[in-house]
């Protein structure tokens, strides 16, 4: 187990090439607005029908907020797809345990895969509101902390304030 290389990309992480692309997936597993949504359209029907085998086994009720599962990655250029649900953002409870949780449970499923490439998406700092500088340090801290077999982690951020939050955070 070694630190994952942390690099940065700015663009549609639907177009990235990994091992392992995570999804900030909703608890339904079964398609979204933002990142859910563009990953269900790129990777075509074979990701939607590994979420409905999911949800008619072991996720009945859904995937769990900070919990992590992996699907095949369809017509995208990955083996898998990790789905991982974030928290939406609170000003009144603190929630960021259980964002640590997506990335540390991600990075878990990857290892246990195989996965030696990772592609992150910004998970709750878009329709979830979590603020950008504070998903990102977040994301940074955890990833740089975690013990995993992944080689390298590359964030896939949208635009430029998401890739400067990050930017500012790797440093």
Request: charge should be neutral.
């Amino acid at each position: 187990m070694t630190t994952a290389i942390i690099t940065l990309v700015r663009g549609d992480i639907t177009r990235r090439s990994a091992d392992a692309i995570v999804n900030a997936a909703n608890s339904s597993l079964l398609g979204g607005g933002g990142v859910d949504g563009a990953i269900h359209r790129r990777g075509g029907p074979a990701i939607l029908a590994d979420c409905r085998r999911l949800r008619a086994s072991h996720y009945g009720k859904g995937l769990a907020t900070g919990k992590a599962v992996a699907t095949t990655a369809g017509e995208l250029d990955a083996r898998w797809v990790i789905h991982t649900v974030g928290p939406v953002y609170s000003r009144d409870e603190d929630r960021s345990e259980l964002l640590t949780s997506c990335y540390r449970e991600s990075l878990r499923v990857a290892d246990g895969l195989g996965a030696r490439t990772v592609a992150f998406p910004a998970v709750s700092a878009g329709i979830f509101g979590w603020p950008m500088d504070d998903a990102a340090r977040i994301a940074v801290t955890t990833v740089r902390a975690a013990e995993t077999s992944v080689e390298e982690v590359t964030f896939v951020l949208f635009d430029e304030a998401a890739y400067e939050a990050f930017g500012r955070q790797v440093r």
